[in-house]
């Protein structure tokens, strides 16, 4: 079954902080992976996107890590600010077949962060 | 570059009513993909269509259902509202809905079942 699991569920950190995220998937064929930034009441916003030959992106203070071996992934945010608060949604695309032009989304990591 | 623009942002119907979504795409994008988004489920995939073809599907029951025009609107439409239907509802739009192309999600329509 092709799913996606993020932890932790919830996450309060202070200003100033980092904190790391945890992706595990087991979708297949596998195309890619992505990060995603969903402020309350609005769409997600990409944050990276990474093949399965990749290892590591940057966005700004965003980082995702890729091992597509054990089908895991990390979202490591550093220098946390209060606009970070947001919940972070690890989304798995799929490459043929049943799985082709669909997105597997983890159910988020609510992340707060605290003055 | 206009983004993702779905309508109406906000809906109230009552049960047994049913409601049309739309989304317009990002100019150029030929993939319109759409989610459901609930609190208990997170966000679910609805389907997905290209080139005025539904390529994949979901597992939600045939209430829910949904077209692509020529110019690659989509429109979603849900029969015979139950009030487990009140959600967030978002599209993505992507060139092809294959590969590394990006997705690119609109602000959703927030359906509200009474």
């Known amino acids: 079954k092709n799913q996606v699991e993020q932890s932790p569920q919830s996450l309060i950190i202070l200003e100033g902080k980092n904190c790391t995220l945890q992706?595990?998937?087991?979708?297949?064929?596998?195309?890619?992976l992505r990060w995603y930034k969903q402020d309350t009441g609005r769409g997600p916003v990409s944050l990276t996107i990474m093949t399965f030959s990749e290892n590591t992106k940057s966005n700004g203070r965003y980082t995702a890590t890729l091992d597509a071996d054990t089908k895991q992934s990390s979202l490591h945010i550093t220098a946390s600010q209060l606009s970070d608060s947001a919940s972070y949604i690890c989304?798995?695309?799929?490459?043929?077949?049943?799985?082709?032009?669909?997105?597997?989304f983890g159910r988020g990591t609510q992340l707060t962060v605290w003055p | 570059k206009a983004g993702v623009t779905q309508t109406p942002r906000y809906l109230i119907k009552t049960r047994g009513q049913q409601v049309t979504l739309s989304c317009s795409p990002i100019?150029?994008?030929?993939?319109v993909s759409w989610y459901q988004q609930t609190p208990g489920q997170g966000l679910q995939f609805l389907f997905e269509y290209f080139s005025e073809t539904q390529r994949n599907k979901g597992n939600f029951p045939g209430r829910f259902s949904g077209r692509q025009f020529s110019n690659s609107r989509s429109e979603m439409n849900v029969s015979t509202l139950e009030l487990g239907d009140s959600a967030l509802y978002l599209c993505?739009?992507?060139?092809?809905?294959?590969?590394?192309?990006?997705?690119?999600f609109g602000q959703g329509t927030r359906l509200t079942v009474v």
């Open positions: 993505a739009s992507s060139l092809t809905g294959q590969g590394n192309t990006e997705a690119f």
């Open positions: 992706c595990n998937y087991t979708v297949s064929p596998f195309s890619n």
């Open positions: 989304v798995v695309s799929g490459r043929s077949g049943s799985t082709l032009g669909r997105l597997y």
């Open positions: 100019s150029g994008h030929r993939s």
